[in-house]
């Protein structure tokens, strides 16, 4: 079964204390295998994108700040939805994974600020993973998106489990 090829937990608190990981900061994504744990903090409405072939225990992780990159900013391509997902996609297979077996996941995109409309980044990031994964053929087997609060994301290679820590709500602090 499809939904089964990864496993998302929400948990209380990830461990900082785990052995062969790798962290994927802002706007970067990893590519690796078993037995490396492939771990990103801190998301508000950024996106994490994990791709996964759980037959060969290859996958990468994303953590995307906007939706689609710009000419201006094609450097950068980890920062946005749509390259990350094309870079990890071309670097998962290159590692030997196969076509057939790739599942995806997405986890974050919040509304942290209370933005709307063209400011909800969160929202953008979410429609256009969605719709990426639409025209690849590549099934979206776990979600835990929108909300209004952070998240942290651990995946597990090994296990091909996903493990996501919701983080408090924001304090918005005005001035009255």
């Known amino acids: 079964m499809v939904s089964d ?9 990830i461990d900082r204390h785990f052995e062969r990981f790798i962290n994927v900061g802002i706007g970067e994504f990893a590519v690796s295998k078993s037995p490396h ?3 990103t903090w801190s998301l508000g409405s950024c996106l994490a994108i994990i791709l996964y072939d759980k037959r060969t225990k290859i996958g990468g992780l994303a953590h995307a700040m906007l939706p689609n990159a710009t000419s201006k ?19 998962i297979r290159h590692c030997g994974a196969l076509n057939e077996g790739i599942t995806a996941a997405i986890i974050g995109g919040a509304t942290i ?8 980044i969160g929202e953008k990031n979410i429609k256009v993973a969605r719709e990426i994964f639409r025209k690849l053929g590549i099934p979206i087997v776990k979600e835990e998106v929108g ?5 942290n994301v651990l ?3 090994e296990k091909g489990e996903i493990y ?8 918005f602090i005005t001035n009255s």
């Open 113 to 120: 600020f209370n933005f709307f409309g063209e400011l909800a």
């Open 155 to 157: 995946l597990d290679l």
């Open 37 to 39: 744990i492939l771990v």
């Open 73 to 91: 900013k094609r450097e950068q391509r980890g920062m946005f939805v749509d390259t990350a997902i094309a870079d990890m996609l071309n670097e």
């Open 147 to 151: 909300g209004n609060r952070g998240r």
């Open 164 to 171: 996501v820590e919701i983080t408090r709500s924001p304090i």
């Open 5 to 13: 090829l990864l496993k998302l937990r929400i948990c209380g608190r």
